[in-house]
Nanobody
Framework: QVQLVESGGGLVQPGGSLRLSCAAS????????WGWYRQAPGSQRELVAG???????YYADSVKGRFTISRDNAKNTVYLQMNTLKPEDTAVYYC????????WGQGTQVTVSS
C-alpha cells in the first residue's frame, strides 16, 4: 500500500508563497495521476490540482494562475507551488492519486492570515 507524507505547510501572510511536497512510497509512482487536495474546516475535501504521468496538469478555477503542480518521478515526489496566497486558501492539504484511493496521509496545514 502506498504511504503518503505531506510537508511544507505553515503560516503565511496574504500574498505570500509556500511549496508543498508529498513523498510517496512504492515503485510505481510514475504511472499514476497525482492530485493535491485540500479540506477547510466545515467543508468537503476538494481537488485543487492534478498532474498526469505525462505531465499534463489540471487546476481548479480557484487556484488557476497561482498554483503550480509538478512531479519528480525519480524521487517519488509531487510538489505544489502556491503563490499569491489568499485567506480562502487556508486548509489542510493532502496528496493522493486521482481519483483518490487507499489511505490518506496526515496532510499539511496551510494558514493564510495577517
Amino acid at each position: 500500500q502506498v504511504q503518503l507524507v505531506e510537508s511544507g505547510g505553515g503560516l503565511v501572510q496574504p500574498g505570500g508563497s509556500l511549496r508543498l511536497s508529498c513523498a510517496a512510497s512504492g515503485s510505481i509512482f510514475r504511472i499514476y495521476y497525482w492530485g493535491w487536495y485540500r479540506q477547510a474546516p466545515g467543508s468537503q475535501r476538494e481537488l485543487v490540482a492534478g498532474i498526469s504521468s505525462g505531465g499534463n496538469t489540471y487546476y481548479a478555477d480557484s487556484v488557476k494562475g497561482r498554483f503550480t503542480i509538478s512531479r519528480d518521478n525519480a524521487k517519488n515526489t509531487v510538489y505544489l507551488q502556491m503563490n499569491t496566497l489568499k485567506p480562502e486558501d487556508t486548509a489542510v492539504y493532502y496528496c493522493n492519486k486521482q481519483p483518490a484511493s487507499g489511505s490518506w496521509g496526515q496532510g499539511t496545514q496551510v494558514t493564510v492570515s495577517s
